[in-house]
Structure formats: structure tokens, C-alpha cells
């Protein structure tokens, strides 16, 4: 696979998982507020809070992969490694 492409997979990914994050975080605040005031279940906070911090950990892995990757290549390029 080429780098270009691979950095490109890796950030698309890696925005998925963000969009987890976010719709996770707006989600646990939803069932804050309903936990706490109109009687609702507990566990679906814990459930989307868990789902965002997975989503969260995985976008910044993938991120991550995705500058490892460029860089890795930006040395390549200038003949740093082999």
C-alpha cells in the first residue's frame, strides 16, 4: 500500500472514531440529564461514556498511525533510513 494512501485510510478512520467520540460525549450528557432528573437508567450513561472514551482512544491511535506513517516516509524521502 502506498504511504499517501495509508495516511489517508488511517485519518479516515481515524474521523470515524471521532465521530463516535462526539455522538458518545452529546449521548452521556443526554442520560446525565435524564439519570438525573426525569428518573432514566444509570447504566445507559456508563454505556455512552464508555463508548466515547473508547471512540476518543481509538481516533488518537489512528491518528497517531497516520503520522507515523508520513513521517516515516518523510525520512525515507530524505534518506534518514533505510
Known amino acids: 500500500m502506498k504511504t499517501k494512501t495509508a495516511a489517508v485510510i488511517y485519518a479516515s478512520i481515524g474521523?470515524?472514531?471521532?465521530w463516535v467520540w462526539m455522538l458518545g460525549a452529546i449521548a452521556a450528557i443526554y442520560f446525565?440529564?435524564?439519570a438525573l432528573f426525569f428518573d432514566g437508567a444509570w447504566s445507559s450513561l456508563f454505556w455512552a461514556g464508555g463508548a466515547s472514551a473508547i471512540g476518543k482512544w481509538l481516533s488518537?491511535?489512528?491518528?497517531?498511525?497516520?503520522?507515523r506513517v508520513?513521517?516515516?516516509?518523510?525520512?525515507i524521502t530524505e534518506r534518514f533510513i533505510l
Open 60 to 67: 488518537k491511535g489512528f491518528m497517531d498511525h497516520k503520522d
Open 70 to 75: 508520513l513521517y516515516e516516509e518523510k525520512l
Open 15 to 18: 474521523h470515524l472514531f471521532a
Open 32 to 34: 446525565l440529564v435524564t
